[in-house]
């Protein structure tokens, strides 16, 4: 190999390794399915509550989810751990104070959540500052 090819060479070497190394840092994280909301904003879901939920249609993005007390209906955008819930539609059915207090947590939640990661199956939806505003579980 002559001089002139060395120094070309090392170079793209290690570009493609550094871009190869950035790449297989990014995990690809699939959302579909059902999903129930273990702890929000780091409280634990209350065990009377028997449904606070959130699934995700990735043919669809779209995602619906159970608060506990009434139902949410709306789409979602994610692009490698960004993730963006829109407001979505909800009915609004009156519970108890424990029910609606979950659901004002969880939908206040769901509102700020920018990012996802998958931390050994189970997902964290994490604000703009990368704080665990969401824990959930397959179901």
Not at 42 to 67: A, M, Q
Not at 72 to 88: C, D
Not at 93 to 119: C, F, L, Q, R
Request: charged share 20%; aromatic share 6%.
């Amino acid at each position: 190999m002559n001089k002139k090819a060395k120094y070309i060479y090392l170079p793209v070497t290690a570009l493609l390794l550094g871009m190869t190394s950035c790449r297989s840092s990014i995990e690809a994280i699939d959302l579909n399915g059902d999903w129930r909301v273990s702890t929000i904003n780091g409280e634990t879901v209350p065990k009377t509550l028997e449904e606070v939920t959130l699934s995700f249609d990735n043919s669809s993005n779209s995602y619906h989810g159970v608060t506990g007390v009434n139902i949410i209906n709306g789409t979602y955008q994610l692009h490698n751990n960004s993730l963006t819930l829109g407001e979505g539609a909800m009915t609004r059915k009156m519970g108890d104070p424990v029910s609606n207090d979950v659901e004002m947590k969880y939908v206040n939640a769901i509102h700020a959540v920018k990012s996802v990661k998958n931390n050994k199956g189970k997902l964290e939806l994490q604000d703009e500052n990368g704080k665990n505003i969401m824990t959930l579980y397959r179901q």
